[in-house]
């Protein structure tokens, strides 16, 4: 494979990864306006912490602003950096639903989180070779 080819496939495979990854984070973003409570309710639950709903749509507007960097491409390091590190702490705030994915009939979702977990891996360590739209660094 050529340096040209290579490089092609880098793109496209990063431009993939912005895509989906960005509509995994804009749902999520979305979610805390549209149902604010449940960002209280999931605050409590696996964080431990009482946050306002005025909090969880500042949580809200950050998801969706990353979710729009990743679809454009703009500010890869911050931006694909900070996405990573917002996932993994929702995956490790999830292990006990990691560890027992069929102790509770939602459990078996959380596995999810994994894959979702390394493609955000993925995009961060490829951020160099992400050329298609944007140029953000």
């Not at 995994?24 to 960002?39: A, D, M």
């Not at 946050?51 to 507007?61: C, D, K, M, P, R």
């Not at 979702?109 to 739209?133: E, K, N, Y």
Request: charge should be neutral; aromatic fraction near 12%; glycine fraction near 10%.
């Amino acid at each position: 494979m050529n340096d040209e080819t290579l490089t092609r496939a880098l793109s496209a495979a990063t431009l993939a990864l912005r895509i989906t990854l960005g509509v995994f984070l804009l749902q999520w973003g979305v979610e805390k306006f549209v149902v604010p409570e449940n960002t209280v309710a999931i605050w409590g639950h696996f964080y431990g912490l009482g946050v306002s709903q005025s909090l969880g749509y500042l949580f809200g507007a950050v998801e969706v602003a990353l979710a729009v960097c990743l679809f454009l491409g703009a500010f890869r390091t911050v931006a694909y950096g900070a996405a990573l590190a917002l996932h993994a702490v929702t995956v490790l705030v999830s292990w006990r639903q990691l560890l027992d994915p069929w102790g509770s009939p939602e459990n078996h979702l959380f596995t999810a989180s994994i894959p979702v977990l390394g493609a955000f891996i993925a995009l961060f360590l490829l951020r160099h070779w992400d050329r298609l739209p944007g140029r953000g660094g």
